[in-house]
């Protein structure tokens, strides 16, 4: 199993930025998929999750209305759209296939003017 995310970088407060998360190794489209973050000195929290298909999404409520979930099977890929950041949205984000422990190396997001 690997999972590699991308898209991270540095973001005013506002701003918007796409996290990928290409993965490999194991029956994508059967499994549901997480993003997770980390910010320093916090533990690491769960962001949101898409089923296999898609069809059941979850948030949690620090961002909600301000991030999507998505995932396309065919190029076994899941996304996180981030809108309107904030400053406490920065952390290393994280790519989960929910089931196990196999977890992404992390992405950095820094939100800051």
Do not use: H
Request: glycine share 12%; with cysteine; proline share 4%.
């Amino acid at each position: 199993v690997q999972l590699v995310e991308s898209g991270g970088g540095l973001v005013q407060p506002g701003g918007s930025l796409r996290l990928s998360c290409a993965a490999s190794g194991f029956t994508f489209r059967t499994y549901e998929m997480s993003w997770y973050r980390q910010a320093p000195g916090k533990e690491r929290e769960l962001v949101a999750a898409i089923s296999s298909a898609g069809g059941r999404i979850s948030y949690a409520d620090s961002v909600k209305g301000r991030f999507t979930i998505s995932r396309d099977n065919a190029k076994n890929t899941v996304y996180l759209q981030m809108n309107s950041l904030k400053p406490d949205d920065t952390a290393v984000y994280y790519c989960k296939r929910t089931s196990g422990p196999y977890w992404g190396q992390g992405t950095q997001v820094t939100v800051s003017s």
